[in-house]
């Protein structure tokens, strides 16, 4: 005797893929951003305050490798991928303003 097994409508699966995609985009693609823009600005930043280039640059650079982590945990714990997609991008775009605002010679 065979057993019926309820299978999701292919287009509810469909739909699913394309969300978990969009999460994983969003994962690796904007959290790259996102840590890129915070290591330019943290970099700014901690020269700004008096850290000599050099280790501005290495801090902030290693500070963005758990920007990059958290902006992927992120982006799968959010409730939507929408959700997951502002949460990256907004702050991105924050910090690479402050990053470009602040830059020596970069609003000249």
Known sequence: MQTAVNHPPAASLLGYRARVASRA???????YALAAASAAAGAVGFQAF????VDATMTATMLAFVVYAIAA???FGCATA??????IALPAGTLALIAWVLAPGAAA
Do not use: F, H, P
């Not at 929408?82 to 949460?87: E, F, K, P, S, Y």
């Open 50 to 53: 008096g850290m000599a280039r």
């Open 82 to 87: 929408l959700r997951a997609w502002l949460g």
């Open 25 to 31: 985009v969003a994962a690796i693609g904007g959290g």
């Open 73 to 75: 945990m992120w982006a």
